[in-house]
């Protein structure tokens, strides 16, 4: 028997997050001050696992995003963005240092946080006078920063089938009242929610198709962790389990069908922003909070064998969302342009600092964005996939961090560097003709090649490799036997 959607039905639950968050809010609105008049507030809002496409902000055919078309009125809409990773732990990496996975270090999820010698958005902030604050689904963030350059720390509980939306209401309530709190120090505000991250079992599907009928194995599954007991190590551990959710095979309406489901997923993250949002505009601090919107990777839906994300770098995956709202009384105010430059999610900590008037940290590779000539220049820019399919993805030679597909991208040639025992591939895409990636040019362009792998050797050359033929990091061997995985 078809089992019918993963979700509750229960409508007074179902909208019992508008009230918690509205309550949360009533209690506060009054309360706020605004900021001093030359600074700036900074809240980051970034959303797991959205793919830029199925936004309708971008021109997706359902309203997924109605509270992110209206935020884009007001905003610089990047429509090239790029992150550097189709992973959590890499991609939020970077967003917080403005450096690629190779600098920063974490190449894995779970991996062992950022060193400290790596200044952060939130050290930034911090040292620059402002009040800072993580509110996040989970706590990966507090994990790999080690809480470093936050005055606050806000973990909520993933949203699941049987609460879906309330632990997130509560931390947007929670984080509106810490907005609004009396002070006189401007905020930074990072804001990590669930967005479309599997299983796609918290919005409301029949908002986009029915659900009758339809095969819903595609939402069951725990990627091994019920198997192992434990939440850690899964990825070195349990590769069938990955192998069974990422890569089964979908017929092409249980395909459609996921799909419905990750757009309802899409549309609750929205709604949910979007009041959030609304009841900022109707407050005093609005008028002096610079809002960034983007997520740490995309999603796929079979289009190249293979579901989620992690295993390569295809712009399913790779293309984010990147959104910068400046208050209209801010210098750099342009809202409504759509800017087509590709750019990367390594450029967000230059951009924020560059917002808010704070000098840039030394050595960063990325850009603000706010400046159009540097948006218009040609560069390079670098992505690579997560390292933990050995065994599953038959386009992974070696383990760990040399078995790692690399990016490189300048404009729409998009270089792909496949590491194999029989010898290196290198494919190239012109993603502006060929979207889906479905015809390797590089024969037909070796001058291109020649001039992405010359960029791309420096990344190789540069990149500490600093694992064993297991895929690990000395330091990583240490933490995995005191978590007991390793003996
Ligand atoms: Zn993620
Ligand atoms: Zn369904």
Request: aromatic fraction near 8%.
């Amino acid at each position: 028997m078809v089992p019918r959607c993963l979700r509750l039905s229960n409508g007074p639950q179902r909208r019992s997050w508008r009230l918690l968050l509205a309550l949360g809010m009533l209690l506060t609105a009054s309360c706020g001050e605004p900021a001093k008049e030359q600074e700036w507030n900074v809240l980051v809002i970034v959303p797991d696992t959205i793919r830029a496409d199925h936004l309708s902000l971008y021109g997706y055919e359902r309203e997924t995003t109605p509270a992110l078309e209206r935020l884009g009125t007001e905003s610089l809409v990047f429509e090239r963005a790029s992150t550097v990773a189709p992973r959590t732990w890499q991609s939020f990496s970077s967003i917080l240092t403005g450096v690629t996975p190779p600098v920063h270090g974490v190449r894995h999820i779970f991996d062992n946080p950022i060193p400290k010698s790596i200044a952060t958005l939130a050290t930034a902030f911090s040292q620059a006078g402002y009040r800072t604050g993580v509110f996040e689904v989970g706590n990966f963030i507090r994990q790999m920063t080690r809480g470093r350059g936050f005055d606050e720390i806000v973990g909520a509980a993933k949203p699941s089938a049987a609460e879906p939306e309330n632990a997130e209401a509560r931390l947007l309530g929670r984080l509106f009242d810490w907005m609004q709190r009396p002070g006189d120090k401007p905020f930074l505000a990072f804001v990590s929610l669930s967005g479309g991250h599997w299983p796609y079992n918290t919005g409301e599907p029949e908002r986009f198709g029915s659900c009758d009928a339809e095969d819903h194995s595609f939402n069951r599954g725990s990627y091994g962790i019920e198997l192992l007991g434990v939440g850690k190590g899964i990825e070195l551990r349990n590769a069938d389990a990955f192998k069974n959710l990422i890569w089964q095979p979908h017929d092409e309406r249980t395909r459609e069908h996921v799909i419905v489901h990750y757009d309802a997923e899409l549309r609750l993250a929205d709604d949910m922003i979007g009041f959030l949002l609304e009841r900022m505009r109707q407050s005093s601090i609005w008028g002096r909070t610079i809002v960034l919107f983007t997520s740490d990777h995309g999603e796929s839906f079979g289009e190249h064998g293979y579901l989620q994300h992690g295993p390569r770098i295809d712009e399913p995956t790779m293309h984010v969302p990147l959104l910068v709202r400046l208050p209209q009384t801010h210098p750099s105010w342009r809202g409504g342009k759509r800017v087509d430059s590709p750019v990367s999610v390594i450029d967000i900590l230059p951009t924020l600092l560059d917002a808010a008037g704070i000098e840039n940290l030394d050595g960063l590779p990325g850009r603000s964005l706010l400046d159009t000539a540097e948006r218009a220049s040609s560069r390079f820019l670098y992505g690579e996939t997560g390292r933990s399919f050995d065994g599953v993805d038959p386009e992974r030679h070696y383990p760990g961090v040399r078995g790692k597909q690399r990016m490189i991208r300048e404009g729409d040639w998009k270089l792909v560097y496949v590491p194999r025992p029989q010898g290196d591939e290198y494919r190239l895409f012109d993603i502006g003709d060929d979207p889906g990636e479905l015809r390797d040019v590089a024969d037909a362009q070796p001058d291109v090649v020649k001039r992405l792998r010359a960029e791309l050797e420096h990344v190789l050359a540069a990149d500490p490799m600093d694992e064993d033929a297991e895929g690990l990091s000395p330091a990583q061997k240490v933490r995995l036997r005191k978590l007991g995985y390793l003996q």
